[in-house]
């Protein structure tokens, strides 16, 4: 099931102004767009939005957390 950014936000407390700042810099790079750009997130991006705002909590910052996730994408390519 996709869930658009509205939904997301509905669900996990997340404004969608803060929602659209990380999508556009790099914390959710695999999530799927409509033709005409609309977001539409998995089950699974939207426990990686819950995993987004307790590293946020713990101070980790938007760059940090973009070099976490490409590490993580890269898989044990680099391990």
């Known amino acids: 099931m996709a869930y658009t950014i509205i939904e997301v936000s509905q669900k996990t407390g997340v404004s969608p102004r803060t929602l659209r700042y990380w999508c556009d810099n790099g914390l959710f790079p695999l999530i799927e767009h409509s033709p005409s ?19 946020c909590k713990m101070g980790m910052s938007v760059k940090r957390l973009r070099e976490y ?11």
């Open 37 to 55: 750009g609309i977001r539409y997130f998995s089950k699974s991006d939207i426990e990686w939005v819950e995993w987004v705002v307790r590293f």
């Open 69 to 79: 996730i490409n590490l993580a994408i890269k898989g044990e390519k680099f391990a």
